[in-house]
């Protein structure tokens, strides 16, 4: 009951609701992007969600696009700094994932959505964390985030899979919360941003 009908209906209105009680701090947050990144504010990403069904996944741009005498982009540490390295910390660039969760693209807890290229690498017991919907926070956000390796990331949201509750998802948000105000596993050592999953599988695992 609670997956089906209400935690799809608390979904929707909260975003309501924080789309409109935030409209201030998200019109700033696109301000600073336009004044010191330039267009474009907000990214279209493609991503998979429940049953790896794909949808576009809507981020505020954290990274520049500089690049070097070749035309590359630079690598992510050189292009992630002042205004987007905030924003990043601060978690203010998963905003205008408020219109995925009113589209009902999205959960406001649930695993994070990931690449569309890592879909044909899970193993079947990684790919059961889309059974159900893509979160903007989740279980393993809140116990290590990026700071995570994959396997431990894929642990966790599968455990979340297999809890699913009212209480754990009300957990999840307080202690969302309290992430964001003392930030901490935004990445891993010496990377700023999460590194690329490669498919990596246990030896008891069978490919999805």
Do not use: C
Request: proline share 7%.
């Amino acid at each position: 009951m609670y997956i089906k009908l209400f935690k799809p209906l608390l979904d929707k209105i909260g975003a309501l609701v924080l789309l409109t009680l935030l409209l201030p701090v998200i019109m700033l947050t696109a301000l600073a992007i336009f004044m010191t990144m330039g267009r474009p504010v907000v990214f279209r990403q493609l991503r998979p969600g429940l049953h790896g069904q794909i949808f576009p996944i809507y981020k505020f741009r954290t990274m520049t696009d500089e690049r070097n005498v070749n035309g590359a982009l630079l690598p992510d540490d050189m292009r992630l700094k002042g205004v987007g390295k905030l924003i990043r910390s601060l978690s203010l660039d998963e905003l205008p994932q408020l219109i995925n969760v009113l589209k009902g693209d999205m959960s406001f807890i649930g695993p994070r959505p990931l690449l569309v290229e890592y879909l044909p690498l899970y193993s079947a017991t990684q790919y059961r964390r889309h059974e159900v919907k893509p979160g903007i926070s989740g279980w393993a956000q809140i116990n290590g985030r990026n700071a995570l390796s994959w396997d431990e990331k894929f642990k966790l949201d599968v455990w979340y899979v297999d809890h699913l509750s009212f209480a754990l998802d009300m957990r999840i948000a307080w202690m969302t919360v309290l992430r964001v105000i003392r930030p901490q596993g935004v990445s891993q050592s010496g990377h700023v941003t999460m590194p690329k999953f490669t498919g990596k599988q246990t030896n008891d695992d069978e490919p999805a």
